[in-house]
């Protein structure tokens, strides 16, 4: 534990006139912490996982995403082509410089222009992988790191995310679960240090009542579904 946050935690203890808590007491605040009861979950997020995959693309349509599902990693460019295509839409993209999305085939489409990094203010399209797809809202979870650059999921005016099916639960719990989990692998990811829950295009019906897309965010959020579970 770093001294700043020592002496934050001293602070509060203070505060609350108590000690740090030792023996049994400390050891049954860490067993909670480690593993953490459930909420009440809602009952049409208590299904299968096929139709929890089928409920998350449902939820993220009501709320004005677009979801293109495909068989294959291979198959992602020409999703994002074709989806950049019938908007009119730059095909220059900033992405994420994630090992996964660089795997992918993009030589396909040679005329997508592919640049890695951080977004910034002149980038139009932003492609991203999700860390989770949340089927009870029809949410993405992003989990920010030196491979995924959170400026992406907000700055550009489009968002193109990669969920693979495999990754799509049902309820907030699950995916916390999951990303508790992740940060133990030894595959270099870790506790990020922002997780960015995402439901929809970024909108605001603060202005008149008016409901406007775009205001804090992407206009647009356009998800590429990979189905990479056997059937």
């Given at each position: ?32 912490l480690a593993s953490p009861r459930p909420n009440l979950i809602p009952k049409r997020a208590r299904l299968p996982h096929a139709e929890q995959v089928v409920l998350f693309q449902a939820m993220a349509e009501k709320l004005d995403a677009t979801v293109a599902r495909v068989s294959s990693l291979a198959e992602v460019p020409d999703a994002v ?151």
């Open positions: 534990m770093s001294e700043a946050r020592e002496k934050i935690l001293r602070g509060i203890r203070r505060s609350l006139g108590r000690g740090p808590r030792l023996g049994e007491e400390r050891a049954a605040l860490q067993a909670r082509a074709e989806y950049l295509a019938a908007r009119n839409l730059p095909t220059t993209i900033r992405m994420s410089p994630d090992p996964e999305l660089d795997a992918i085939p993009w030589d396909r489409r040679p005329l997508l222009t592919l640049h890695r990094g951080r977004a910034a203010p002149e980038d139009l399209v932003g492609l991203t992988p999700a860390f989770a797809g949340i089927a009870e809202t029809g949410t993405l979870m992003f989990a920010s790191g030196a491979a995924r650059p959170a400026t992406i999921n907000f700055m550009p005016d489009t968002h193109i995310a990669v969920l693979r099916s495999s990754q799509v639960v049902g309820d907030y719990e699950t995916a916390f679960a999951r990303l508790r989990a992740a940060a133990g692998r030894e595959d270099g990811l870790f506790m990020p240090r922002t997780v960015n829950l995402v439901t929809g295009p970024s909108r605001t019906g603060d202005i008149e009542q008016t409901l406007i897309l775009g205001a804090h965010g992407p206009r647009r959020l356009h998800v590429v579904l990979v189905d990479d579970e056997a059937h």
